[in-house]
């Protein structure tokens, strides 16, 4: 069956995002423990360009097939997961990109939806929380995605979500999504 990806977030409704998320199916590599083990000679470069080889992988079908057996070991590494197999894959920052944001409401009543550079969907939420990092000199925003896995949030998401912040002007600084609040340094 040939993949088409998902019709750009603004033409869906946060209810039909919603059940689109619902729908999204992955392996559960967290209940796999293969005993075959390597290295996948892959990268995940802070772009959210992926390698192998050294070499990009041009075939987006085939990005987004890996994506979905990727999992986060207890040591932080990086692994592609089969019940078969295990191979390890370097990441240079987060595994995901989220390039695209959409937004209902506002305030408290706020929600959002993000679409990854694989063109999966990710409401933020309490289970899949905001977090704003200050480990580099720019603030690094992230998007808890699954198990462990993030999205880096892409610039121009980034400073969308910081104006709708700016805008509703809470106190403590931050956005809400879904119920769940989460604080943002207040820039200077």
Same mark, same amino acid.
């Given at each position: 069956?040939?993949?088409?990806?998902?019709?750009?977030? !603004?033409?869906?409704?946060?209810?039909?995002?919603?059940?689109?998320?619902?729908?999204?199916?992955?392996?559960? *590599?967290?209940?796999?423990?293969?005993?075959?083990?390597?290295?996948?000679?892959?990268?995940?470069?802070?772009?959210?360009?992926?390698?192998?080889?050294?070499?990009?992988?041009?075939?987006?079908?085939?990005?987004?097939?890996?994506?979905?057996?990727?999992?986060?070991?207890?040591?932080?590494?990086?692994?592609?997961?089969?019940?078969?197999?295990?191979?390890?894959?370097?990441?240079?920052? !987060?595994?995901?990109?989220?390039?695209?944001?959409?937004?209902?409401?506002?305030?408290?009543?706020?929600?959002?939806?993000?679409?990854?550079?694989?063109?999966?969907? *990710?409401?933020?939420?309490?289970?899949?929380?905001?977090?704003?990092?200050?480990?580099?000199?720019?603030?690094?925003?992230?998007?808890?995605?699954?198990?462990?896995?993030? !999205? *880096?949030?892409?610039?121009?998401?980034?400073?969308?979500?910081?104006?709708? !912040?700016?805008?509703?002007?809470?106190?403590?600084?931050?956005?809400?999504?879904?119920?769940?609040?989460?604080?943002?340094?207040?820039?200077?």
């Amino acid at each position: 069956m040939p993949y088409t990806p998902p019709p750009e977030l !603004a033409s869906l409704s946060l209810t039909e995002i919603a059940e689109l998320v619902e729908a999204q199916k992955l392996p559960p *590599v967290d209940q796999w423990d293969p005993q075959e083990t390597g290295n996948s000679e892959m990268r995940i470069a802070t772009d959210g360009t992926w390698y192998h080889q050294g070499e990009p992988i041009k075939r987006r079908a085939m990005v987004r097939a890996f994506s979905t057996i990727l999992r986060q070991e207890a040591d932080n590494s990086y692994a592609l997961v089969t019940p078969y197999q295990k191979l390890s894959i370097e990441v240079e920052d !987060a595994p995901f990109v989220a390039v695209e944001m959409e937004n209902e409401g506002s305030g408290e009543n706020r929600k959002l939806a993000f679409r990854l550079n694989t063109d999966h969907l *990710v409401i933020a939420d309490e289970t899949h929380k905001l977090r704003f990092s200050s480990d580099h000199d720019n603030p690094r925003p992230y998007l808890h995605v699954r198990g462990g896995l993030e !999205a *880096v949030l892409a610039r121009n998401v980034y400073y969308e979500l910081a104006e709708m !912040a700016l805008a509703d002007d809470l106190s403590p600084f931050g956005i809400w999504s879904h119920g769940a609040f989460f604080p943002i340094d207040r820039p200077e």
